[in-house]
């Protein structure tokens, strides 16, 4: 028996269906809705909460091209060190992590295992040079590099926490073969990345490119914010926004956020960032996401099935409610849970 919530409560979908498929004249949807929302809506959370105790823990902006992820990473760390320009950039990630000194350091990870360091006083030379390395960098240097890392007094990252900022995925690159820069970028999220914030950027329609739906599909398991880059709108036309796009990305909170306009929203954004910075945090960043959970999918279900419950094995629900009790952050959860399940059987004796 799992121990933690969201295991309870993957178990419990488990043996809810095996036990209505027991009964037999089974509903074939309710089933199919059920296992569903497990795939959907609870494995993530549970992947997310395994590999919250993992060091270094690596958190990611992925996006589109010029969506704006070098403009916003600036903006988060404080200090003018991420490579950008108007169109295609070349497919190399860049890390950044604290390091308590005034020095600044870049370290490039060649793929024939070797290490380069470059030691700097100044962070716009850093700026510079990295620039020249990520960017105006040949196509065989390009091939041949994992990754660089930038090291410095940059103190959102104190704690240990790292965060990369990935070249855009949906635009053929100068001079590389078709598809490589896609493929170095979906590897290097695959062996480094912990966390992803999938950004997109508002524009004038709010278009959500084809590219970008598949994109968020292959990543979704480590998404759980998609940020709504150079936003203009007022808090109404937000909500129209989650509207039409909660289908797209389904579970995900949205953030909205412009760098050169609205600096709240990015000392919101920082200050999001800094609950990833410990082992603890992360797994605690995970119950408010098993709560949206619990009321989405007995919203869906009891809605779209006419159904008054759903019809929990109760043996398992009350397994599911024990582990719950043991977290109070997922108190909400538990009321909601006592509410529907527990207090009309005790109104019944």
Excluded at 5 to 24: H, S
Aim: hydrophobic letters at 35%.
């Amino acid at each position: 028996m799992p121990s933690t919530p969201i295991g309870a409560f993957i178990y419990l979908v488990q043996e809810t269906v095996e036990e209505i498929r027991r009964r037999g004249n089974h509903n074939k949807e309710i089933v199919e809705d059920l296992n569903r929302s497990k795939l959907e809506r609870l494995v993530p959370i549970y992947k997310r909460e395994q590999n919250a105790g993992e060091v270094p823990y690596v958190v990611s902006l992925v996006g589109l091209t010029n969506v704006g992820k070098s403009t916003l990473m600036e903006a988060l760390l404080g200090v003018p060190v991420a490579p950008r320009r108007m169109g295609p950039a070349t497919a190399i990630p860049v890390e950044y992590k604290y390091k308590n000194t005034s020095k600044w350091k870049i370290s490039v990870l060649h793929r024939d295992f070797r290490t380069e360091e470059v030691i700097f006083e100044d962070v716009e030379q850093l700026g510079q040079e990295l620039k020249r390395m990520v960017i105006d960098v040949n196509k065989s240097d390009a091939v041949k590099t994992e990754w660089v890392t930038v090291s410095g007094p940059m103190n959102l990252l104190d704690d240990g926490l790292i965060m990369a900022d990935t070249p855009g995925f949906g635009a053929a690159q100068i001079g590389e073969e078709d598809g490589l820069r896609q493929r170095k970028l979906e590897e290097f999220i695959a062996r480094r990345v912990h966390r992803a914030y999938f950004c997109v950027a508002a524009g004038d329609t709010w278009a959500i490119q084809p590219s970008e739906k598949d994109f968020y599909s292959k990543i979704k398991d480590i998404c759980g914010h998609v940020v709504v880059n150079k936003w203009r709108g007022s808090e109404d036309e937000k909500l129209k926004y989650k509207e039409q796009y909660a289908a797209i990305f389904p579970s995900a909170e949205f953030i909205f956020v412009n760098t050169r306009r609205d600096k709240d929203t990015i000392d919101d954004f920082r200050e999001l960032i800094s609950r990833y910075s410990t082992p603890e945090k992360r797994r605690e960043m995970c119950d408010p996401e098993l709560i949206a959970a619990w009321f989405d999918i007995h919203r869906h279900l009891e809605i779209k099935h006419r159904l008054s419950s759903i019809p929990w094995r109760f043996d398992s629900l009350n397994q599911f409610k024990e582990a719950c009790t043991r977290r109070l952050a997922l108190a909400p959860l538990l009321e909601d849970l006592n509410d529907r399940y527990y207090k009309p059987r005790e109104d019944m004796k």
